[in-house]
């Protein structure tokens, strides 16, 4: 995929928002599991594809994040989705560690609304103490 | 869930966006696929609970979107999931119709990036003539 060059088509077909964003959707390829949402600029997309690894642009530190960097939590890509309007994508990974989640879990996804409250539903793999040394 | 009030701590705890939004990412429950992404505001939430029906907020039209309101393909709730920063939701649903996507297409993520372009790689199951009548 790194021979893609960064101005073309496919590129421009992206519907970017007002601040040159758009939500990606990381997605196991083998569980079908939503793992996470995270935020993509041109960039962070092109590094995507250079790389292979998912590159998101984080929106607190107005940086790239290369998912993974602390936790080693990389996330490989398999197949990259567009959707009908344009505006949102879907990253299909094998989730290293099958731990997307900064709190040890699988997926960010965790909480499940019953009967009136967020109930944690799926257990920590590996602690962030251990995650985050 | 026709039940719950519509002040409560678990409400609170969602992080609608600075328009009063988050997206809803609605997954198929029985295929695991991901079909749709749109937008909700409290109200649209609050609906989706009290019917069992995924209901959106439409940007573009500004109001309520019942979802298959028109075509049919409503979306029956069986799970509401919030993520760990409180500002993404996934509907798990079971898809009417097997259909989620205006274009007749089971999900609206039918493109995958293949050699730089977009290739269509879901077939139509229902054309969108038929649909919408």
Same mark, same amino acid.
């Given at each position: 995929m790194s021979s893609i060059p960064p101005d073309t088509d496919w590129l421009a077909e992206i519907q970017f928002d007002n601040q040159g964003l758009i939500p990606a959707i990381a997605q196991d390829a083998s569980s079908e599991r939503i793992l996470m949402v995270a935020w993509m600029n041109k960039e962070a997309l092109l590094t995507t594809l250079a790389t292979g690894h998912a590159v998101y642009w984080s929106r607190s530190r107005q940086k790239l994040w290369h998912k993974g960097e602390e936790s080693g939590h990389q996330q490989i890509i398999e197949e990259v989705r567009l959707d009908c309007d344009s505006d949102v994508i879907i990253l299909r990974v094998q989730q290293t560690g099958g731990i997307a989640c900064h709190?040890? %879990?699988?997926?960010?996804?965790? %909480?499940v609304l019953n009967n009136g409250e967020w109930q944690t539903v799926d257990p920590v793999i590996k602690p962030p103490a251990e995650i985050y040394t």
């Open positions: 709190t040890g %879990r699988q997926s960010c996804f965790y %909480r």
